[in-house]
T-cell receptor
Framework: DQQVKQNSPSLSVQEGRISILNCDYT??????FLWYKKYPAEGPTFLIS?????DKNEDGRFTVFLNKSAKHLSLHIVPSQPGDSAVYFC????????????FGTGTLLAVQP | DGGITQSPKYLFRKEGQNVTLSCEQN?????MYWYRQDPGQGLRLIYY???????QKGDIAEGYSVSREKKESFPLTVTSAQKNPTAFYLC????????????FGPGTRLTVL
């Protein structure tokens, strides 16, 4: 049972345009959501996060939106740059003592120059 | 400077052999995690440890074993019982009181011949 889903395996956008990566989840008990960026053969790096008590968090070119009623979050990258080309994973946490993260399957973003 | 190191970067083993993957962190993090990534899939949790001398099974622990004798170290042994050991293995760590954001190492690519 995939609790965190990224239904788009890949996305291609032009440099300077907006990239929108989507993520859906099924467990309403998730209390924190994160986005990670990953290059091939490297470990993921943390990008941005959002608590379930908020609906938006912004950090420079990156903004994450959370729609709890729809159990949906999205990552907006504006403007997109070629260096943003990577796989993006969304992850969700149930919090508590274990701090386990549940990851989606990832979306490969390609930013064309 | 602080970080998580995993060694080696690439590892080749013959089928039927046990192999141990190293993970060391100097971030003074309490919790450490092992994930496995396969093509087209998200990160799946193998084992995690919240404190020294204690660890719990993740979602896909069969065929793996771990130890946590020191705060800085969390080695993973891939045993011959693991049916499909070829994968990219990632180690992560986090501070317990700052839930959620996990920091990842660079990963180890294990190939079983």
């Amino acid at each position: 049972d995939q609790q965190v889903k990224q239904n788009s395996p890949s996305l291609s956008v032009q440099e300077g345009r907006i990239s929108i990566l989507n993520c859906d989840y099924t467990n309403s008990m998730f209390d924190y959501f994160l986005w990670y960026k990953k290059y091939p053969a490297e470990g993921p790096t943390f990008l941005i996060s959002i608590s379930s008590i908020k609906d938006k968090n912004e950090d420079g070119r990156f903004t994450v939106f959370l729609n709890k009623s729809a159990k949906h979050l999205s990552l907006h990258i504006v403007p997109s740059q070629p260096g943003d080309s990577a796989v993006y994973f969304c992850a969700a946490s149930l919090g508590g003592a274990t701090n386990k993260l549940i990851f989606g399957t990832g979306t490969l973003l390609a930013v064309q120059p | 400077d602080g970080g998580i190191t995993q060694s080696p970067k690439y590892l080749f083993r013959k089928e039927g052999q046990n192999v141990t993957l190293s993970c060391e962190q100097n971030l003074n993090h309490d919790a450490m995690y092992w994930y496995r990534q396969d093509p087209g899939q998200g990160l799946r949790l193998i084992y995690y440890s919240q404190i020294v001398n204690d660890f719990q099974k993740g979602d896909i622990a069969e065929g793996y074993s771990v130890s946590r004798e020191k705060k800085e170290s969390f080695p993973l042994t891939v045993t011959s019982a693991q049916k499909n050991p070829t994968a990219f293995y990632l180690c992560a760590s986090t501070m317990r009181q700052f839930n959620n954001e996990q920091f990842f190492g660079p990963g180890t690519r294990l190939t079983v011949l």
